[in-house]
């Protein structure tokens, strides 16, 4: 059931235009993660601030699948990558803090 969900969740953002070319879906974050969270579990995880002002967020479930996504500041998210076998690497953990 959750490779329909996702494959379902996916064919709804990426939608090819051109060729080889996708054209990206962006929608208001907490409808994404909402979803996410009720059928598969995932919450935030990893977060960082590009360049240009945006989110980098992935969200991790409890049996490691994951799903990365850029949230602008008008609030859109939009994903950009999926898979499983997240696995959190012991003693490789940046504190920006330290």
């Given at each position: 059931?959750?490779?329909?969900?996702?494959?379902?969740?996916?064919?709804?953002?990426?939608?090819?235009?051109?060729g080889?070319?996708?054209?990206?879906?962006?929608?208001?974050?907490?409808?994404?993660?909402?979803?996410?969270?009720r059928?598969?579990?995932?919450?935030?995880?990893?977060?960082?601030v590009t360049?240009?002002?945006?989110?980098?967020?992935?969200?991790?479930?409890?049996?490691?699948?994951?799903?990365?996504?850029?949230?602008?500041?008008?609030g859109?998210?939009?994903?950009?990558?999926?898979?499983?076998?997240?696995?959190?690497?012991?003693?490789?953990?940046?504190?920006?803090?330290?």
């Amino acid at each position: 059931m959750r490779h329909l969900f996702a494959a379902a969740f996916w064919a709804a953002f990426f939608v090819p235009a051109s060729g080889q070319a996708i054209t990206l879906h962006c929608i208001p974050r907490d409808a994404v993660f909402d979803r996410l969270k009720r059928h598969d579990g995932q919450v935030p995880a990893q977060v960082g601030v590009t360049a240009t002002g945006a989110l980098f967020e992935v969200l991790v479930s409890p049996d490691g699948t994951w799903t990365a996504f850029f949230t602008f500041p008008d609030g859109l998210t939009c994903p950009v990558a999926t898979g499983e076998g997240w696995r959190h690497v012991p003693g490789t953990s940046v504190d920006p803090a330290a």
